[in-house]
Every structure is written in C-alpha cells, then in structure tokens.
C-alpha cells in the first residue's frame, strides 16, 4: 500500500512518508510497553480511494482501557489531491503565493499525529504531530507537541519544556521562543478566555532554505517525532500510579469536554481532514 501510495511522490515526499510509518510503528510499540496492561493497539488500515491506490491511505491505530492509556490514537495518513477553494484560500492567506486561492492546485501530504488520554487525571493528555505538506513543487512541514493536565503540576510543566527548548536550541537558537509562543497563541478557546494546557511548541509553514540538507527542517521535524515519547514518559512514570477520588475524576471528564470543544471549533487540522471525508480517522482523538 505504502509503495502505491508513494508512487507519484518526491524523493522528499516518499523519505517522509517512509519516516512516519516506522515512527507510528515504534510510537505503538512503546506506549504498549509503558500501558503494562498487555492490551494492543487495533490497527485500521485504510485507503483514500479504493479504485485509485495513487489517492493516498492511512493506518490508524487505537489503544482502549489500558492501565495507562484509557484512549490512545496513533495516525499515518498519506494522501494526496487537489485543495478545495476554502483549504486554497486558507493557505495562500498564510503567505503561499504559489496557491491558487481558487483551488484546485494538487497536493500530497504526509502527517503522523496522536493524543494519549491517560486513564489517572494526575497524567496529562499528550498530543503531537509532525507533517509534510507539497504543492506545485514547493513543500513545507508542521509540527508540535504539547500536554493537557487536568491538574497543574509545575515542576511538571517545567520539566517538559526544559526538554523542548533543548530539542529547539539544538537545531535553530530561535526555535523555541517563537513556537512555544505560537503555541499558546494555536491553542486558545477565546469563547472561555483559556488555554488548552500549559503548552509545548506548535510550528507550520517551515520550509527549508536552498541546499540546507540534512542540517535543515526537515531533521528537526524528524527530531520532534523521535521527541514525541521521551519528553511525557517521566512525567507519566511520577504520576501514573497516585491515589484519586471520584470528585477528581468527574473533574477531568469535564475537562475533557474543553479539549474536544476547541477540537471541534478551533482546530485547523480537524477541519480539514473532516472535508476529506474520512470522519473516523480524525474523532479517533476525541477523548473517552
């Protein structure tokens, strides 16, 4: 499915979409581990267009009623297309001339993404993302990760950005300062005033400079992938196992519900994989 798929794409575009598939792979393999429970992820695969392989497919995986993990979704998709007239105008309002606002430009895009609703609410919610998205021969990648705790521990906190500006600093001085802003600027319910979380980093529209090999955004993007697990897992070994009262448990049900209102409202890539038509890959995420 995966060489079908990747037939039409860039050497780029392929070598990302290759990437992504083993990072789900190990992703699964290590959230099942650190879960204990022995319960295994259920894999979905599926195909854009069953009638054109060149459409595109994706592999969602989910994890349910582990010892760690109440609901966890770990997602591939790599697809291909042409931009619809609203997705058009949205990108090339972002600083993309080379998109026609009228849409109809042909694009792939290839995106890893997952959010791990822990069972305990002293464990935050994680979510993350790393993507790849080309259009009429230029190409430029997103990503993030970030945590939702339903309750504020600041050492916490602390720690998981410590990890991230490291990560940051290690490729580009700037990165940090300018995506844990973006961050807490991306996800904001304006409707209640809020953040969702204490944050992380969030980026897009990053493109490589001419001849920037592998020092460039892309080995940062695949940094931020391998990041993914390593800086929630200490958190998660701290806290998974402390005592909670049925009064603090309804407290994070209804947090939960904050999560999916800014999910359903506010988020850029929920709205475009809902217009792509492939509803149960996207809701996966949704929280139990």
């Known amino acids: 499915m995966l060489m079908a798929a990747t037939a039409a794409l860039g050497n780029t575009e392929t070598d990302f979409a290759e990437f992504i598939t083993e990072l789900q792979t190990t992703i699964c393999d290590e959230v099942t581990a650190l879960d204990g429970s022995g319960k295994a992820f259920i894999v979905d695969r599926w195909e854009r267009d069953p009638a054109n392989p060149a459409a595109g497919f994706g592999i969602t995986r989910v994890l349910e009623g582990g010892d760690l993990i109440e609901k966890g979704a770990v997602n591939v998709s790599v697809i291909s297309g042409r931009l619809t007239p609203q997705r058009a ?80 600093d290690a490729h580009d001085a700037g990165y940090y300062a300018r995506f844990k802003k973006w961050c807490d600027e991306y996800f904001y319910l304006p409707a209640r005033k809020e953040h969702r979380g204490v944050g992380g980093i969030f980026f897009d529209d990053l493109a490589d400079a001419p001849g920037a090999g592998a020092s460039g955004v892309e080995a940062f993007v695949r940094a931020v992938g391998r990041g993914i697990l ?22 994070q049900l209804l947090r939960r519900g904050r999560y999916l209102e800014f999910n359903l409202l506010y988020d850029r890539g929920v709205r475009f994989g809902l217009e792509g038509g492939r509803v149960e890959s996207i809701m996966v995420s949704a929280p139990p």
């Open 89 to 168: 105008q949205a990108m090339s309002s972002r600083g993309r001339p080379e998109i026609n606002p009228a849409g109809g430009d042909p694009y792939q895009a290839a995106a890893l993404s997952l959010v791990l609703h822990p069972t305990s609410p002293w464990v935050p919610t994680l979510r993350a993302d790393v993507r790849l998205f080309a259009v009429n021969g230029s190409r430029w990648f997103g990503g993030g990760c970030d945590i939702t705790p339903v309750y504020l521990n600041e050492s916490d906190a602390t720690e998981f950005h410590v990890f991230w500006k490291q990560l940051c």
């Open 230 to 251: 390593p800086s929630w897992a200490p958190i998660v070994s701290r806290n998974r196992h402390l005592p909670y009262s049925a009064e603090q448990r309804n407290w």
